[in-house]
């Protein structure tokens, strides 16, 4: 089976994903292009820059976390955590205030932001975040598991 890769616009992934932590899918979507044009199941810097010009070679290295040369689906999704994370970051002290989260999703409230916030020091780490996505995915598996089979 094949995988395909599709790297998502941060601007538009943000608001969508911030607080679901939506994975990047394996399914083909009409607005998303692949990334993985070849299909060899990763993806090089050609590949990614075909979809996003405004990638840079930087950007690539950071986010190829073994050195090969080739980004697989884990590589990807890490990357895109942490520069959704760095956006929301905006006085770049590794962690996100309310204010900072606010002004990207207004809607977040002090109470849904003290559920993100486990420590309690008013402050959102990438560990907090990622601990979040993580139950979210498991919630997320637990109810798709529940549901009876299509078909």
């Given at each position: 089976m094949t995988s395909h890769f599709r790297f998502r616009s941060l601007a538009a992934a943000i608001p969508a994903?911030?607080?679901?932590?939506?994975?990047?899918?394996a399914q083909a979507h009409p607005q998303k292009p692949r990334l993985d044009t070849n299909g060899d199941g990763s993806v090089d810097l050609a590949e990614i820059q075909a979809a996003r010009p405004?990638?840079?070679?930087?950007?690539?290295?950071k986010a190829d976390?073994?050195?090969?040369?080739?980004?697989?689906?884990?590589?990807l999704r890490?990357?895109?955590?942490?520069?959704?994370?760095?956006?929301?970051?905006?006085?770049?002290?590794?962690?996100i205030s309310l204010a900072e989260l606010q002004a990207?999703?207004?809607?977040?409230?002090?109470?849904?932001?003290?559920?993100m916030d486990a420590d309690g020091n008013g402050?959102?780490?990438?560990?907090?975040?990622?601990?979040?996505?993580?139950?979210r995915h498991?919630?997320?598996?637990?109810?798709?598991?529940?549901?009876?089979?299509?078909?």
């Open positions: 994903a911030i607080l679901i932590g939506v994975p990047f899918a405004d990638f840079t070679a930087e950007q690539f290295t976390a073994n050195g090969d040369g080739l980004l697989a689906r884990d590589e890490q990357a895109h955590h942490r520069a959704r994370f760095e956006r929301l970051d905006k006085d770049g002290n590794g962690s990207v999703r207004p809607e977040v409230t002090a109470e849904k932001f003290a559920t402050q959102v780490t990438r560990e907090e975040m990622h601990a979040m996505h993580k139950e498991r919630h997320h598996a637990e109810r798709q598991a529940k549901q009876p089979a299509e078909g």
